[in-house]
Nanobody
Framework: VQLQASGGGLVQAGDSLRLSCAAA????????MGWFRQAPGKEREFVAS????????YYTDSVKGRFAISRDYAKATVYLEMNNLEPEDTAVYYC???????????????????????WGQGTLVTVSS
């Protein structure tokens, strides 16, 4: 299974970017796909995820209202539309996919990195002030 992320770049504060991540290779049971990011000197953090069948999105608080995650079921691709970017959004963004089922009573299962078992290479997003 390969996750191919693209769309990163250098932008100014207030600009927009759209990240894409396509899943390729052997067929696997996608329960969710998502995006995590790691800023210099910081730990990797959750950004957004979406459940594959029910199409339910999750966001970290700092991106709510600015970022939108979506998925194309037929293309096995997840997108992250990032608007009104801020310098604090500067990071390497990683695409991830999970074939693991969400445990009952764990509504935020797909907001944790440990829940994802496939990872793509990162794509760098740099936001200048």
């Amino acid at each position: 299974v390969q996750l191919q992320a693209s769309g990163g770049g250098l932008v100014q504060a207030g600009d927009s970017l759209r990240l894409s991540c396509a899943a390729a290779g052997r067929t696997f049971n996608k329960n969710a796909m998502g995006w995590f990011r790691q800023a210099p000197g910081k730990e990797r953090e959750f950004v957004a995820s979406i459940t594959w069948v029910s199409n339910r999105p999750y966001y970290t608080d700092s991106v709510k209202g600015r970022f939108a995650i979506s998925r194309d079921y037929a293309k096995a691709t997840v997108y992250l539309e990032m608007n009104n970017l801020e310098p604090e959004d500067t990071a390497v963004y990683y695409c991830a996919a999970s074939s693991r089922g969400r445990p009952l009573n764990d509504d935020y299962y797909y907001t944790r990195s440990a829940s994802f078992n496939y990872w793509g290479q990162g794509t760098l997003v740099t936001v200048s002030s």
